[in-house]
């Protein structure tokens, strides 16, 4: 290598942008989740009070992380801050509403305990709660980190910008791909490899609505690809498993692929 590859690099290194590490910003997710579910921590509280530092202690965490922020230099990093904190309470109920949906929906479920401690699934929809609501305060490029770290943990990818209702049920949720401009009702199952995408990726449409709408009470399976902006399944529709769907389907549709299968049974010599 010449010295002309060094000097890049090293120029590269002196106008990079200044943002905390990802693991830094996760951890600072993580227990906030933890402090809103104790089940996936070791920390007890003695009072009240207690709790009530702690909170502050993370706001004010946050705002470390957003001032250590070039992206965030101009965000009015306290403000958002406190806003994020006021709202916990509201992301609280519907993070809890998150777990209902996964023990009334999953008879292997035996616990919201057993939900919270171990589904991936629940792991991952903490993490978009959290980046969502820091992406509807405008704070930049923290909730990709978040739902990121929560992607490479699960395999489960959730653009921050999307839009999901309360109950969401996640079911084993390896390979599923939730876009940007994805608008997801209430009661809403998905199962693995599902990918709610866009029909195309040029740059210019990246302010137009990509990625499809999902209504109320629908249950896509394992597999199934749905694509494009102005795609909607419609409330109470059953999208099976391995379909290709980039047209809309009316409310109360079952939409599945019709395969072939043929079993020819082999003779065993003995």
Request: with cysteine.
């Amino acid at each position: 290598m010449n010295e002309d590859f060094y000097k890049y690099i090293f120029d590269k290194h002196q106008h990079i942008e200044a943002v905390p590490s990802n693991e830094e910003i996760a951890t600072w997710a993580l227990r906030v989740i933890r402090l809103l579910y104790p089940e996936q921590a070791k920390t007890i509280f003695a009072s009240v009070n207690e709790i009530e530092l702690q909170l502050r202690g993370l706001e004010e965490e946050l705002k470390k992380i957003m001032d250590a922020t070039t992206a965030c230099r101009d965000c009015d990093n306290v403000r958002r801050a406190s806003l994020f904190f006021q709202n916990l309470p509201e992301l609280y109920r519907v993070l809890n509403t998150d777990v209902r949906a996964i023990l009334d929906g999953d008879p292997a479920a035996k616990s919201e305990f057993e939900v919270i401690r171990t589904y991936p699934g629940f792991y991952a929809i903490s993490f978009y709660r959290l980046a969502n609501a820091l992406y509807k305060l405008e704070i930049p490029l923290l909730p990709r980190i978040l739902t990121e770290f929560a992607h490479s943990k699960t395999g489960i990818d959730i653009h921050p910008g999307a839009e999901i209702g309360e109950f969401l049920h996640i079911d084993h949720g390896t390979g599923i791909v939730i876009g940007e401009t994805t608008v997801i009702g209430k009661n809403v199952k998905l199962y693995q490899g599902v990918t709610l995408g866009a029909l195309s990726v040029e740059k210019q449409m990246a302010s137009t609505k990509r990625h499809p709408t999902v209504e109320d009470n629908v249950v896509i399976y394992s597999g199934a690809t749905i694509l494009g902006g102005e795609t909607i399944v419609g409330h109470h529709s059953i999208i099976g498993g391995n379909v290709w769907v980039t047209k809309s389907v009316p409310p109360h549709s079952i939409v599945y692929h019709e395969a072939r299968i043929k079993v020819v049974e082999r003779q065993v010599k003995h």
